[in-house]
């Protein structure tokens, strides 16, 4: 399986831009790199994905590295709704169809 | 905005009763799910379910968890005699055809 290494929490004030990165070395060359993020008291949420190139959304932009091995979510204007547990979770790969999700990073945002 | 709905949001049971979690997936969606997170730990896979059948399990969905799609809109979870390790949040989840999994509210069931 895939094994994805991401900072236990991360702080941000309002209003300022979020990196959060996500170590994935032994990803296989046909595993997207998903993100999904985890509000308190609700279910996870999906927020985006991508393969080899950088993508944007409504929600943030993923930077691939150009090895794959690691990804950044780029949150343009974090605010307090953006508190959540990010998880980086690509999948198991072999065709399997659920998440592997890990304990993710905390995202604390500071007004 | 389509979404995942699940019934109840939250479950007490007796040790040994069967109970039954119940979904509504997104209705033109394809894939099926459910997954479960114990308190304070990670979101754990349990099973997938396409075209009418498993496509996928992990090893905590034993003999004692079985799904079933018994109409066309609900999706629904057994666990057929709970123990005091099944407490956690159950999440349900479907998907279309991309790769986006949309997630359910969840059903935290107690086991007392």
């Known amino acids: 399986d895939a094994k994805t290494t991401q900072p236990n929490s991360m702080e941000s004030n309002e209003e300022e831009p979020v990196h959060l990165p996500c170590n994935h070395s032994?990803?296989?060359?046909?595993?997207?790199i998903h993100w999904y993020r985890q509000l308190p008291s609700q279910g996870p949420e999906y927020v985006i994905h991508?393969?080899?190139s950088n993508v944007n959304n409504r929600m943030a932009s993923l930077a691939i590295a150009e090895d794959r091995k690691s990804s950044t979510l780029i949150l343009h204007r974090a605010t307090l709704r953006d508190a959540a547990v990010y998880y980086c979770n690509p999948p198991s790969g072999g065709g399997a169809d659920g998440l592997t999700f890990g304990k993710g990073t905390h995202l604390i945002i500071q007004p | 905005e389509p979404e995942v709905t699940q019934t109840p949001s939250h479950q007490v049971t007796q040790m040994g009763q069967e109970v039954i979690l119940r979904c509504v997936p997104i209705s033109n969606h394809l894939y099926f799910y459910w997954y479960r997170q114990i308190l304070g730990q990670k979101v754990e896979f349990l099973v997938s379910?396409?075209?009418?059948?498993?496509?996928?399990k992990s090893e905590i969905f034993d003999d004692q968890f079985s799904v079933e799609r018994p109409d066309g809109s609900n999706f629904t979870l057994k666990i057929r005699s709970t123990k005091l390790e099944d407490s956690a949040m159950y999440f349900c989840?479907?998907?279309?055809?991309?790769?986006?999994?949309?997630f359910g509210p969840g059903t935290r069931l107690t086991v007392t």
């Open positions: 991508g393969l080899t």
């Open positions: 989840a479907s998907r279309l055809d991309g790769y986006e999994q949309y």
């Open positions: 379910f396409y075209n009418n059948e498993i496509s996928e």
């Open positions: 032994t990803i296989s060359g046909t595993d997207y």
